[in-house]
Every structure is written in C-alpha cells, then in structure tokens.
C-alpha cells in the first residue's frame, strides 16, 4: 500500500488563464415530453444539448403526486423559493406555448432556494420572461425520474414513489454481490486498497477492474482536474472525466478528501468536490454518484496535526451537504468502523490512516446493507 508523503500536504498553487465565457447554444427543443405516463406540452429549450424547462410547468404537470413540489418568488429578495412535497398553487400562464425566444437566453442571477437552502449549483438560463433550469439536475434535487425515448423522440418525467428519497443512504436489506458489482469506486489511496487487497485474498472486496485511482495509487481533491487514473480496459492513463465518459458507470462511489483537510478550507473543498460530480455528469448524466465520507484515522496515525478525526467529522458534513445539494447521495461509511470516534488500531495497516483487508471488508458490507433503491 501507498503511504502519505509530505507532499499530500502541500497546496499547489496554479497560474490560469482566464479566457472569455464561451455563449450558449440555444435552441427551442422540438422533442415530445410525456409525464407520470401521459402526453404533454410546454416550452423547452435545448441549451448546450440538454433540455431545459420553466419552474413553473414541470411544478404543475408533476402536481398531485409524489413528486410534487411548490414554487414561489419573493420579488424583494430576487429569488426563487422551492418546497419538495407541498402542492404547487397555479399563478396563471402554465403551460402556454409563446414564440420562440431562443436570442434571449441570458444566464440567470436570481437567487434558487429548495426547502430553506440556498442552493447555487442550478445552471438557470432566462429565456423571454421565464427561467428555465436543466431537467436532470431538478430531477436529482427535487426528487423526480428523467429519462429519454430514442424511438419517439420523447423526454420521459416520472414521479417517485413517495417522493425525494432521503441524502443519506439508510439501512437496507442486503443487496448482496450484485450491487457491488455495479459501482465503480473513485478516489485516493484509501480506495486503492480495495483493488490491493483483492488481488492478495480478500475476494468480498472488489477487483482492481473497478478501481480508478492514478498509477501512484493517491491523489488529493484538488488534483481532481489533473490526475490521470489508470483505466482498467486499456491501462492507459487518462482524466476522470474520459473514464466517465467512456465507461458511463452504473454507479461511482467517491471517496476524497483526506488529503484535502490538510489545507482546504470548507469553500475550497466544496467548489472543487462539486465541480467533480458535475464533471462526470456532464459526460455521463445516467451515472448514479454516492459521496462517501472520509474514513477515520487511529490514534498512531502520525500528522494528527494536520489530519484528524474531528477534522474528518467536520469534511463529512461538508460532503453530505454537497450531496443534498447536488442530488447525488451520502454514504457515512465512518459509522461502520469508528469504535469511541477513531479507527480501532486492528483496523488500520500500519500507518494509522490506511484500511487492512478486513476494513474494507467492514465497508463493503455496509455498502451492500444500505444500498441505493
């Protein structure tokens, strides 16, 4: 196993080049919608090749059911206020049909909050008079299915029994082998152990076929842009983002940011960890990301200084609240290890920080046994 080095410690500071914002392409989308199973029609616009839709239609078409969700605007406050699971209240004007305002399209400034959370994640354009946001990321905030009808041309919204499932992932039954053999585990060298450990034995873990992690077995966060991971069907040595793009994963599992601790304060960490997941959505918009908490360290972990538990606790925070942000999901694989708050020393592999094979044995079932439905 790889261990941490001073150099998993030290920022790197880069000069960027800042180039001019490219403008969008946009068009009015002439596809079919059909909702819950029944024909439907309104505005859409394909900006940048992804369908995009006013608030207020998807609020009324999805009334009524599970899915459902209010929308109200508060004029004073410039924003957009936005309630899972309470009745949307027509306005008037749902629904309409105008003319094609695709020259407008304008990046929106106004302010987006969902049950009580700003949340800043949401491309919004304004187009005419309305604002229109993407489709799939109001699927995955809201709590609605998104999908796409090849044959007909037809964009499929399905509500969700019982609506927008919990963030973080609860206690299942038992989704067994099966489930594991979905996900494809990203991250730094507390995931290279995975594929390690499974080459010398441990077969309830996963091969390193679904390991990305870059040839040094670690990297830090934010190298999340940079680091070329080994991709497993060709060993070459590419971005995350082409190993998305190519493999379109059933499910990623991350797990980042030990390293970043280090020296990442909270908006750093965030900005970088989102920019990740929507990365990979943008190659592969099916993809399925669970968040995984950091891993707690043993007390003979040597640079407590600098990594620690109470640190973990807190970036753990930070990543279950970027999974409720994005719609993506939180797993507390912290839970099934810590004993009193730290990793027990029979857990660690000698250096106080990484897993042994029976850890991530440990991790593995808590991923089967609070798998995502």
């Known amino acids: 196993m790889k261990k941490l080095t001073a150099l998993l410690f030290a920022a790197v500071l880069l000069v960027l080049t800042v180039l001019p914002a490219r403008a969008a392409e946009v068009r009015r989308s002439t596809q079919a919608l059909r909702v819950d199973g029944a024909e439907a029609e309104c505005d859409m616009y394909n900006v940048d090749g992804a369908n995009y839709f006013r608030l207020r239609d998807l609020a009324l078409l999805l009334s009524g059911g599970d899915s459902r969700f209010s929308v109200t605007w508060d004029a004073g406050a410039n924003r957009v206020d936005i309630v899972t699971g309470e009745d949307y209240v027509p306005v008037g004007g749902e629904l309409t049909r105008g003319e094609d305002a695709s020259a407008t399209a304008r990046p929106s400034g106004q302010t987006i909050r969902i049950n009580g959370r700003t949340n800043g994640s949401l491309p919004v354009y304004n187009i005419g008079d309305s604002n229109y946001f993407r489709l799939r990321d109001l699927g995955r905030v809201l ?3 998104v999908g796409y009808e090849a044959e007909t041309h037809t964009v499929l919204v399905d509500s969700i029994p019982g609506g927008k499932p919990p963030t973080r992932l609860g206690e299942t039954e038992d989704a067994g082998r099966e489930y594991l053999d979905r996900i494809v585990f990203l991250g730094d060298s507390t995931t290279y152990g995975i594929g390690y450990y ?7 873990l996963c091969p390193p076929a679904q390991v990305w992690t870059p040839s040094s077995g670690t990297m830090s966060l934010s190298e999340y842009a940079k680091a070329l ?6 060993k070459e040595q590419i971005t995350i983002v082409e190993c998305a793009r190519r493999a379109q994963p059933d499910i990623l599992f991350i797990t980042l940011g030990v390293n970043g601790i280090s020296y990442m304060d909270r908006d750093w960490f965030l900005r970088d960890y989102e920019a990740l997941v929507k990365s990979v959505w943008e190659v592969s918009p099916d993809t399925r990301i669970i968040l995984n908490s950091i891993y707690p360290v043993a007390d003979s972990w040597e640079y407590q200084g600098s990594i620690n538990n109470d640190k973990i606790r807190t970036a753990n925070g930070w990543i279950e609240e970027l999974a409720e942000t994005l719609g993506a999901r939180y797993l507390s694989s912290f839970d099934a290890l810590e004993v009193d708050g730290k990793l027990p020393e029979s857990g660690q592999n000698g250096d106080g920080l990484h897993l042994t094979g ?3 044995g440990q991790v593995m079932e808590y991923i089967r046994t609070h798998a995502w439905q």
Do not use: A, K, N, Q
């Open 358 to 360: 029976e850890s991530f």
């Open 143 to 145: 709590g609605f299915r």
């Open 198 to 204: 499974y080459r010398h034995g441990y077969t309830d």
């Open 229 to 234: 991971i080994v991709y497993p069907e060709t």
